[in-house]
């Protein structure tokens, strides 16, 4: 044992020095934070999203490599750590400080906004199913083929472009 943290446990100390440090900005900015609040929650997305498009990409590889293959353990490596030390505290982010950017920009009685919370919802969905599907990977029993996991992995880019014209255009 070396002593070092792993790389889940770097990840949770990252989103709580950085959960610290977004309060710390509320509290000592006032009003003012909403702009630094809201430049952290664009991180957040921009992290969550690249998460998203790239976890179907490396099950597209892992459903040609043989189970117990070097590179079917390497893969499995890569989503798990993805999953736990990228997209889920990216995800967790997104949420609590686009929930607070609601509330305090008055968002929470928009008609955009509902249909915005509805595809992130959606996108949450398909986030809990790819988490399901690297445990299914780690434990060599996925069922979908490589063809079906390029047609999913559309299903965040078309629920990305729906929120940002949403929460730019609020066409309602």
């Not at 921009?46 to 189970?67: K, Q, T």
């Not at 249909?115 to 299914?136: D, Q, T």
Request: charged share 10%.
């Amino acid at each position: 044992m070396t002593g070092t943290a792993g790389p889940g446990a770097r990840a949770a100390i990252a989103l709580g020095i950085t959960a610290v440090g977004i309060a710390a900005a509320i509290l000592l900015l006032g009003d003012r934070a909403y702009m630094w609040v809201k430049a952290a929650h664009v991180i957040a997305i921009i992290s969550w999203m690249a998460g998203m498009l790239y976890l179907p990409r490396l099950f597209i590889y892992h459903c040609d490599a043989l189970p117990g293959s070097e590179l079917s353990e390497t893969l499995k490596v890569m989503e798990h750590r993805l999953l736990r030390v990228i997209i889920n505290p990216a995800m967790a982010l997104s949420w609590i400080l686009g929930l607070w950017l609601a509330w305090r920009g008055g968002f929470l009685t928009a008609g955009w906004f509902h249909a915005k919370l509805a595809f992130v919802i959606a996108l949450s969905g398909v986030h809990g199913y790819l988490s399901a599907s690297v445990r299914r990977f780690a434990a060599d029993q996925n069922s979908v083929s490589a063809r079906n996991w390029r047609i999913i992995n559309e299903a965040p880019a078309v629920l990305m472009v729906l929120i940002v014209i949403l929460v730019i255009v609020k066409p309602f």
